[in-house]
T-cell receptor, first 113, second 110 residues
Framework: NAGVMQNPRHLVRRRGQEARLRCSPM?????VYWYRQLPEEGLKFMVY????????ESGMPKERFSAEFPKEGPSILRIQQVVRGDSAAYFC???????????FGNGTRLTVT | GENVEQHPSTLSVQEGDSAVIKCTYS??????FPWYKQELGKGPQLIID?????GEKKDQRIAVTLNKTAKHFSLHITETQPEDSAVYFC?????????FGKGTRLHILP
C-alpha cells in the first residue's frame, strides 16, 4: 500500500515563474493537507481540502497561492510568480477522515533563484 | 486560533537516559494531540497520539501524558537509542485542523 506520494522531490524555479506541486494521497484517503516548512522551523498549516472542496485555507497567502483536489487525480498546490521567500519544503498529508492521524509525504523542496 | 508552544528546541541526552519534550496549547477545545518524528530529508511520521478523554498512553519506550486543565502535554522516551536522534513535533487539533509546535531536535550522545 503506497504512502503519500509527492512530486517532484526537488523543484527549482526562477523568480516570476510558476511552481506546481503534486500530491497523491494514500489509497482510500479523501482528506488532504498542505504544510510549509522553513529550515529549522516547524510545519505551518496552509490548507485543508476534501475532494473538490476547500475546507480551510486560513494558512494560505491571499495572493499567488492556490490549491485544488479534483475528483480525479492528485491534489495540486500552485504558486504563481514565485519569489525567493517562497523557498521552503512543502509537505502534503492525507487522512481517511475526521479525527484520523495524518500520513505525510516526503515533501517537495522548492528553491527560487 | 490555536497556538502550540514546544520546549526545548534542542535536547541532548546520553544513550540509555530518558528524554522529555513538553508542549502547551492555547485552545481548550482541542481534543487530539499527535506526536511526529522527522528524520533528515523525510516527512514527519506519527509515533504516538492521545485524545482528550485519556490522561496517559504508552507504547513500548514512548509515553505521552496530557493535562487538559493546564493545557500541557508531554512526550517521554525512555532508554534512548541512537536511532531516536531526530526532530520531534507535537501538535494539537480541533475540527481536523492540526497545528504543530516548532519542533525539538533530539541528539542521542554515545
Amino acid at each position: 500500500n503506497a504512502g503519500v506520494m509527492q512530486n517532484p522531490r526537488h523543484l527549482v524555479r526562477r523568480r516570476g515563474q510558476e511552481a506546481r506541486l503534486r500530491c497523491s494521497p494514500m489509497k482510500g484517503h479523501s482528506h488532504v493537507y498542505w504544510y510549509r516548512q522553513l529550515p529549522e522551523e516547524g510545519l505551518k498549516f496552509m490548507v485543508y481540502l476534501q475532494k473538490e472542496n476547500i475546507i480551510d485555507e486560513s494558512g494560505m497567502p491571499k495572493e499567488r497561492f492556490s490549491a485544488e483536489f479534483p475528483k480525479e487525480g492528485p491534489s495540486i498546490l500552485r504558486i504563481q510568480q514565485v519569489v525567493r521567500g517562497d523557498s521552503a519544503a512543502y509537505f502534503c498529508a492525507s487522512s481517511p477522515g475526521q479525527g484520523s492521524p495524518l500520513h505525510f509525504g516526503n515533501g517537495t523542496r522548492l528553491t527560487v533563484t | 486560533g490555536e497556538n502550540v508552544e514546544q520546549h526545548p528546541s534542542t535536547l541532548s541526552v546520553q544513550e540509555g537516559d530518558s528524554a522529555v519534550i513538553k508542549c502547551t496549547y492555547s485552545d481548550s477545545a482541542s481534543n487530539y494531540f499527535p506526536w511526529y518524528k522527522q528524520e533528515l530529508g523525510k516527512g514527519p511520521q506519527l509515533i504516538i497520539d492521545i485524545r482528550s478523554n485519556v490522561g496517559e498512553k504508552k507504547d513500548q519506550r514512548i509515553a505521552v501524558t496530557l493535562n487538559k486543565t493546564a493545557k500541557h502535554f508531554s512526550l517521554h522516551i525512555t532508554e534512548t537509542q541512537p536511532e531516536d536522534s531526530a526532530v520531534y513535533f507535537c501538535a494539537a487539533s480541533k475540527d481536523d485542523k492540526i497545528i504543530f509546535g516548532k519542533g525539538t531536535r533530539l541528539h542521542i550522545l554515545p
